[in-house]
Nanobody, 113 residues
């Protein structure tokens, strides 16, 4: 069964950091053809970062310089390191594999001011 599972969310104060994980089963997950998205309460899902390849990672302007994608290792996991978090980063974060059209169920990040 092909599955993506996100974890690592939680409650953090503004300025803090979290590292999200996306673990895949049933497929090989690497730094290609995947992305991280988020959906804040009452808002549409939006792109956080997309990965075409190790050398082609695009970040949303709102997270550039603060968020970093890494992984694609033997653990079949991709990470989203989030630093200098802001209250407006509060959302459910999802990972997505484009070729398979699959999504995880998300992990909630709450940033308090």
């Amino acid at each position: 069964q092909v599955q993506l599972v996100e974890s690592g969310g939680g409650l953090v104060q503004a300025g803090g950091s979290l590292r999200l994980s996306c673990v895949a089963s049933g497929i090989v997950l690497g730094l290609n053809g995947m992305g991280w998205y988020r959906q804040a309460p009452g808002k549409q899902r939006e792109l956080v970062a997309s990965v075409a390849s190790v050398d082609k990672i695009n970040y949303a302007d709102s997270v550039k310089g603060r968020f970093t994608i890494s992984g694609g290792n033997a653990k079949n996991t991709v990470y989203l390191q989030m630093n200098s978090l802001k209250p407006e980063d509060t959302a459910v974060y999802y990972c997505h594999v484009y070729s398979r059209g699959i999504w995880g169920k998300g992990t909630l990040v709450t940033v308090s001011s």
